[in-house]
């Protein structure tokens, strides 16, 4: 049989004895099981035709509309019992309570889709990482850089959550440690002193965007060096900045035992 469009079929006593279970189920994508089960509860009650076969009427059809309509709506279904058989005002009223409910529901799940689109967009085209370290690192780079690596993702997931009174606080404590490493290294502070290590602590907690582990952030000091616009961002704040921030993270980095000489970025 055709599939059966629930809006568009007409009922006259004489047309039709009835739509079968088979054909309701169709019509209303619920499964058979499902209406015999709101059969057993009270909910449903079709006629039986001369064979005994379920004969569902237009009045079942629109008693079963109704049905579903409460069932979105989150009425359990002792309480769709009685509102099934309930006087208008008693079910105008849960229809509105019901109605304001499912409003902040779809306001909640429109955030979840924008959250969604957003984080899929960043994860597959990249994103500017906006005055990170060197406010230079676009978008198409960023990614082919740390685009298959899980940080990158739970980078994505950072600039989709987060709002941007919390960015703007992260970035400026940012800035604060870049101070505090440059007066450091004006003062004369040794890689591998403790302060020293302190320091390159500080500087692994401030990288926001993704967790760092010491041996990644060994793989980000050796970048910093290497690549010249890092290297212009921190030398420009504190001539050899670069060099000696690459120093003193490889000193505190030696101290956890890391093998300098094969570091992953893990």
């Avoid at 987060?162 to 404590?173: L, S, V």
């Amino acid at each position: 049989m055709s599939e059966i469009n629930a809006n568009d079929i007409s009922w006259t006593p004489s047309e039709t004895l009835g739509l079968t279970i088979g054909e309701v189920s169709k019509m209303f994508h619920v499964s058979v099981r499902m209406l015999r089960h709101w059969e057993d509860l009270g909910l449903l009650s079709p006629k039986r035709d001369a064979s005994g076969y379920r004969a569902y009427e237009p009045v079942d059809l629109n008693r079963l509309r109704r049905l579903l309509v409460y069932k979105e709506l989150g009425v359990p279904a002792t309480r769709i019992r009685r509102l099934l058989d309930a006087p208008a005002p008693v079910v105008v009223e849960e229809l509105k309570k019901g109605r304001n409910d499912l409003a902040k529901r779809l306001q909640r799940l429109q955030k979840t889709l924008d959250e969604t689109d957003r984080l899929i967009d960043i994860a597959e085209k990249g994103t500017t990482m906006a005055n990170a370290e060197t406010g230079d690192l676009r978008q198409s780079e960023a990614k082919d850089r740390w685009g298959d690596t899980k940080q990158w993702m739970e980078f994505a997931e950072r600039q989709t959550t987060a709002d941007e009174k919390a960015k703007t606080q992260e970035e400026q404590h940012m800035r604060d440690v870049e101070a505090k490493l440059a007066e450091a290294k004006r003062r004369g502070v040794k890689p591998g002193s403790d302060e020293a290590n302190n320091l390159a602590e500080e500087h692994r907690a401030s990288l926001y965007y993704y967790e760092v582990s010491p041996s990644m952030q060994v793989c980000l000091g050796r970048m910093y060096v290497a690549d010249k616009r890092f290297k212009k961002h921190y030398d420009d704040i504190e001539p050899g900045l670069a060099q000696w921030l690459r120093d003193i993270i490889e000193a505190n980095a030696a101290s956890q035992d890391i093998d300098l000489s094969n570091v992953q970025w893990e």
